[in-house]
């Protein structure tokens, strides 16, 4: 067996054995993450990395707003492993114990325990001193996203967003959840915005759609895209739509599969009936 072989299985035993001693004392104990090329869900950090490499923003400056334990399904992981600067921000308790623990290492990155809404996100950003030019933004709240970035895109110019979308509603729906405070996520298919929803925002702070991966939408400056920009018809077609393997990774969408055959107007009437529990708490159009 190879020094290497033998270096790997001691180092497994003496974290196993951490934590039996841990549990022992009554200390909490945090699972350690686990080494891999690619935390994001969807394998979204080669397009991240490419992406930042082309634009070269003036700050290497990162913020992930839900950042859950900050390594799981993370877009920003890889980022801050690199040394980048930056801000998490994670409301859950449990979910942040274990981020400040997954980043404790992390020095050049601040955490913020608090649960982001279109009234704070501006005295937030004040508070941890965010540049008004951050190299990426990543948003992922499972709630009112729209209203949160509208906000924020009111003063600060991220060169490169990945904003998740509601990945069964296809366009010209325009969908969003209404912001409410009280509003939490029970892991249904009622939260977010539309990707037509979310190309208003690119329409009034002059952002460039330029890619939809799986439900993750990628936004630039329209003065920093060089190439073209998207309609949301193209890049849901090209990004969720058409992908060959999008049922097997969202199989829970099947009961919504009816929205692609039908006429805009009868989808729309379709998601009326069936969000009708949420009626009120949401705004949909066409």
Known sequence: MN?????????KQLIQGQDILNKKLGIAVFPTPLTKKVNSNFNEEPLINTYLRELAPLENYTIDIAAGDGVTMSNTYALFKKGYKGLGVEFDAHKFYRLAFNYRNFSEVQLAKCMVTPLNILSLFAGYQVPEKPGFLS??????????LDVLLSKYRPTLICVEINEKIPPPIKFTVKF????????????GQSISQLHTLC???K??????????AFLVPSELNYGKALSPEEAYSQGYLNKKDRKQKFPYNSNLEILHNMKPIEAKEHLNQFFQKYKEKFIISI
Not at 139 to 148: R, S
Not at 207 to 216: F, G, Q, R, T
Request: glycine residues 2%; negative net charge; charged residues 30%.
């Open 207 to 216: 952002y460039s759609l330029i890619n939809l991966h799986y439900n993750n």
């Open 180 to 191: 409410d405070p009280s509003y939490r996520w029970v892991e249904d298919h009622f939260y």
């Open 203 to 205: 329409e009034k702070y």
């Open 3 to 11: 020094a290497k072989k033998i270096k790997s299985i001691v180092k």
């Open 139 to 148: 948003l992922d709240i499972d709630g009112y996203d729209h209203f949160v």
